[in-house]
């Protein structure tokens, strides 16, 4: 019985410390009790700076009541709760993540800590953020175009006008 339980220890072990998201599980104040290395990497900061380390912690200073409120907010048992903010690295450096966790209770339903995974989104907010920055770019051209700009689809619905367009034709741009 102990070597079968020895093996399967070593068998989940194994898959968290090979998974391709962070693992974590945190008592029932926030403070990590495991992290694996994935998670490790995300935050920038080593076994021993995770461990114990309370999550606000980790958290940028400006997404920690984000994070609170979710962490907190009334969770019947198994509930997760999925969320995105930044987090500091030991450095300094900022990441992206996406944690999805839930809270855990013991058999007297009792909330004993936390269990989630973390993914690492740092580019995909960089892309979403890019594109935000190349449409206002693009608003703000077209808006101060002198000449009159319309986008459409491929049936001709009208996605977009400019007021130069509308004024050209003699339409209020809401009637697009």
């Keep these: 019985?102990?070597?079968?339980?020895?093996?399967?220890?070593g068998r989940f072990r194994g898959l968290a410390e090979q998974a391709p998201v962070g693992i974590f599980l945190a008592d029932s104040d926030?403070?990590?009790v495991y992290t694996n290395p994935e998670l490790q990497g995300q935050l920038g900061r080593s076994l021993e700076e995770t461990l114990g380390l309370a999550w606000l912690e980790a958290v940028h200073v400006?997404?920690?009541?984000?994070?609170e409120e979710?962490?907190?907010g009334a969770r019947e048992p198994g509930e997760r709760y999925d969320v995105c903010y930044r987090v500091t690295g030991s450095e300094g450096e900022e990441r992206w993540l996406r944690v999805k966790a839930h809270r855990v209770?013991?058999?007297d339903d009792h909330h004993v800590?936390?269990?989630?995974t973390t993914q690492d989104i740092t580019e995909e907010r960089a892309d979403e953020f890019a594109l935000l920055a190349s449409e206002k770019r693009f608003r703000t051209i077209a808006e101060a175009a002198p000449i009159g700009i319309f986008l459409s689809d491929a049936i001709a619905d009208v996605m977009f006008t400019n007021p130069r367009f509308s004024e050209i034709l003699g339409v209020d741009s809401s009637d697009w």
């Design 1 to 9: 019985v102990e070597r079968e339980l020895s093996a399967s220890e």
């Design 30 to 32: 926030g403070a990590n």
């Design 62 to 67: 400006e997404d920690r009541a984000i994070v």
């Design 70 to 72: 979710r962490r907190q």
């Design 105 to 107: 209770f013991n058999d």
């Design 113 to 116: 800590g936390y269990v989630g």
